[in-house]
T-cell receptor, first 113, second 113 residues
Framework: KAGVTQTPRYLIKTRGQQVTLSCSPISGHRSVSWYQQTPGQGLQFLFEYFSETQRNKGNFPGRFSGRQFSNSRSEMNVSTLELGDSALYLC????????????FGNGTRLTVT | DQQVKQNSPSLSVQEGRISILNCDYTNSMFDYFLWYKKYPAEGPTFLISISSIKDKNEDGRFTVFLNKSAKHLSLHIVPSQPGDSAVYFCAANAVDNFNKFYFGSGTKLNVKP
């Protein structure tokens, strides 16, 4: 079974630009969550999508948004990039019902200059 | 607000000995806990979980202990192997919060040959 796939792996953007990150979950998984990891920090929850609906949201500004498609693939968008947005962005999928662990992709390393 | 804390940023252990990684949480509503291992340039890999109805869960060399009254969990690795050298994260959530997990900041384990 293929794991969680995130593209691209690396991204360099300039302050003020916008960026879209993509995540393909494990087949059969209907929940996709996004997390941000910065140096020295744990993973910070951004949002979760389940069956194309945002089910939960973390404490991030509105510049961070996402969506989920009918095939469970998800995209995350960050607009008006700031230097502080430089981080590893991790996507995780799970069945979404009845508990169970999150399964992570290898992340997208975003650098904002 | 950091609801999950890993107070030891690093731990060094001799090969063959026991590694004990600790995690504390503040939210008494948390009822599901996970441990992840993370190598550089890879996403976190799920290791083991425990729900609040248990106080111990074992999987091979890995055992997680949960002390609900102390709001504390620990991961024991016996025997430790050099390949276990990685950053370990604990995570917690409340089941009615779907997949919004709170992560600790991680403990870097170094297992010396």
């Amino acid at each position: 079974k293929a794991g969680v796939t995130q593209t691209p792996r690396y991204l360099i953007k300039t302050r003020g630009q916008q960026v879209t990150l993509s995540c393909s979950p494990i087949s059969g998984h209907r929940s996709v969550s996004w997390y941000q990891q910065t140096p020295g920090q744990g993973l910070q929850f951004l949002f979760e999508y389940f069956s194309e609906t945002q089910r939960n949201k973390g404490n991030f500004p509105g510049r961070f948004s996402g969506r989920q498609f009918s095939n469970s693939r998800s995209e995350m968008n960050v607009s008006t990039l700031e230097l502080g947005d430089s981080a590893l962005y991790l996507c995780a999928s799970s069945l979404g019902t009845g508990g169970g662990p999150l399964h992570f992709g290898n992340g997208t390393r975003l650098t904002v200059t | 607000d950091q609801q999950v804390k890993q107070n030891s940023p690093s731990l060094s252990v001799q090969e063959g000995r026991i590694s004990i990684l600790n995690c504390d949480y503040t939210n008494s509503m948390f009822d599901y806990f996970l441990w992840y291992k993370k190598y550089p340039a890879e996403g976190p890999t799920f290791l083991i979980s425990i729900s609040s109805i248990k106080d111990k869960n074992e999987d091979g060399r890995f055992t997680v202990f949960l002390n609900k009254s102390a709001k504390h969990l620990s991961l024991h690795i016996v025997p430790s192997q050099p390949g276990d050298s990685a950053v370990y994260f604990c995570a917690a959530n409340a089941v009615d919060n779907f997949n919004k997990f709170y992560f600790g900041s991680g403990t870097k384990l170094n297992v010396k040959p």
